[in-house]
Structure formats: structure tokens, C-alpha cells
């Protein structure tokens, strides 16, 4: 999962967005697409790909 200095409830900023790796943006933004259709993060095993990337690595991480 993202390092503390990124958690996703401190990203609000346009600065503190692009201090982010784009990878991570790319990652974090499909996820809370994800949350934001159901109201909640359903459960995602590594190896689940949207858009061509394991999302389920990255969350595990």
C-alpha cells in the first residue's frame, strides 16, 4: 500500500498529487473509482487487472 507520507486522505492537493509517482496515481485512481461506484473497496486479489494493471499486487504492497 502507498507510503504514509501519501496516504490517499492527504492527496486533496494538486501539490501533494504531483509529488506521487504517476504509477501510483494511476493505481490509487482506479481504485477510488472502484469505492466510489459501490460505497466500498471489494476485496481484490493480486493478479486482478484493470486497464492492463495488477491492481491486486498494488494494494498488497
Known amino acids: 500500500m502507498p507510503e504514509p507520507d501519501s496516504h490517499p486522505s492527504r492527496i486533496g492537493s494538486s501539490h501533494a498529487r504531483r509529488a506521487l509517482p504517476l504509477n501510483w496515481q494511476r493505481h490509487y485512481r482506479v481504485l477510488a473509482d472502484l ?27
Open 35 to 61: 469505492v466510489d461506484a459501490d460505497g466500498h473497496l471489494p476485496d481484490i486479489a493480486p493478479g486482478v487487472l484493470m486497464d492492463g494493471d495488477d491492481i491486486g499486487w498494488w494494494l498488497q504492497q
